[in-house]
């Protein structure tokens, strides 16, 4: 059974950068098929899809945060990393850390099927 | 990007009701849908994969049906566990893109 964690500082100055870590059991962040994604919630708000890292090493960002947004992964540790910079009181959010994989079971479609618990982060001054 | 517009935002309803939850999108997306219910305070869950697919373990009052932009998530018989806020999520194309939520309310 996969297991994610979130792990980071819950307050970040405005400009600053915004770092977080998802620790993975369970499972290896370089085996293929699973893109290790990040998905964040603001405040009272719908999901907005982040990103994800593949075979532990290629990333891929949302396009409305990719100059801001680096997605990274550590594979001897088996954790992977957020790094959003010049934050605002716009990336308010709780910010969750999941897999992507395909279904156990037929039909093998792509599947969010494992989430961390999710990690409040406000940024204020 | 995909566009996806779930209908209603908010809904009432009472135990043992049946209920449907529409996703629209502004795209085809054959079959890559998922359903998810989420909980104050809680990560999201998988209900429904592949549009129609019921994930391990999910109740089977649950399902879920259609394919190219229409797409609905049906409850048959709620029960108060239910009482909670679903959301589609598009799986076709980069980046992957949520409904707004759909908040389900005890009448």
């Known amino acids: 059974q996969v297991q994610l964690q979130e792990s980071g500082p819950g307050l970040v100055r405005p400009s600053q950068t915004l770092s977080l870590t998802c620790t993975v059991s369970g499972d290896s962040i370089s085996s293929g098929g699973y893109y290790w994604s990040w998905i964040r919630q603001h405040p009272g708000k719908g999901l907005e899809w982040l990103g994800y890292?593949?075979?532990?090493?290629?990333?891929f960002s949302n396009p409305s945060l990719r100059s801001r947004l680096l997605i990274s992964g550590d594979a001897s540790k088996n954790q992977f990393s957020l790094r959003l910079t010049s934050v605002t009181a716009a990336d308010t959010a709780i910010y969750f850390c999941a897999r992507e994989g395909y279904s156990d079971s037929a039909p093998y479609y792509r599947v969010l099927d494992s989430w961390g618990q999710g990690i409040v982060v406000t940024v204020s001054s | 990007d995909i566009q996806l517009t779930q209908s209603p935002s908010f809904l009432s309803a009472s135990v043992g009701d049946r209920v449907t939850i529409t996703c629209r999108a502004s795209?085809?997306?054959?079959?890559?849908l998922a359903w998810f219910q989420q909980k104050p305070g809680k990560a999201p869950k998988v209900l429904i994969f592949g549009a129609s697919a019921l994930q391990s373990g999910v109740p089977s009052r649950f399902s879920g049906s259609g394919s190219g932009t229409e797409f609905t998530l049906t409850i048959s018989s709620l029960q108060p566990e239910d009482f909670a806020t679903y959301y589609c999520?598009?799986?076709?194309?980069?980046?992957?893109?949520f409904g707004q939520g759909t908040k389900l309310e005890i009448k």
């Open positions: 890292i593949y075979n532990g090493r290629t990333a």
């Open positions: 999520q598009q799986l076709n194309g980069y980046p992957r893109t």
């Open positions: 795209q085809d997306i054959t079959s890559y």
